[in-house]
Nanobody, 120 residues
């Protein structure tokens, strides 16, 4: 089970840190990702991180502004979001997949989502 938190309302240029806590003892065996879905749009991947945090991926739109990290001891993945823009407004979801970082397999488990609203 994945529990996302940390969303809220922030002004453009501000920062938020999302957290996603996982239950169970196998967190370190999962590739973790953050996705977002804006109103009227499809859900897209924002960032991903490998099991041991040695590899990361970022969507072009967030490169240089967002940072994904994980703490396997705490079974938690984070998304630090800086220099937020109104177009970052969306529901943000964390997800886990048992497949490796480079695999194209779908994510197996999804959190409930947390709303991020960036005002201009």
């Amino acid at each position: 089970q994945l529990q996302a938190s940390g969303g809220g309302l922030v002004q453009a240029g501000g920062s938020l840190r999302l957290s996603c806590a996982a239950s169970g003892r196998t967190f370190s065996t999962y590739t973790m990702g953050w996705f977002r879905q804006a109103p009227g749009k499809e859900r897209d991947i924002v960032a991903a991180i490998s099991r041991g945090a040695s590899m990361t991926y970022y969507a072009e739109s967030v490169k240089g502004r967002f940072t994904i990290s994980r703490d396997n001891a705490k079974s938690t993945v984070y998304l630090q979001m800086n220099s937020l823009k109104p177009e970052d407004t969306a529901i943000y979801y964390c997800a886990a997949k048992s497949a490796g970082f480079t695999s194209t397999a779908q994510y197996d488990y999804w959190g409930q989502g947390t709303l991020v609203t960036v005002s201009s």
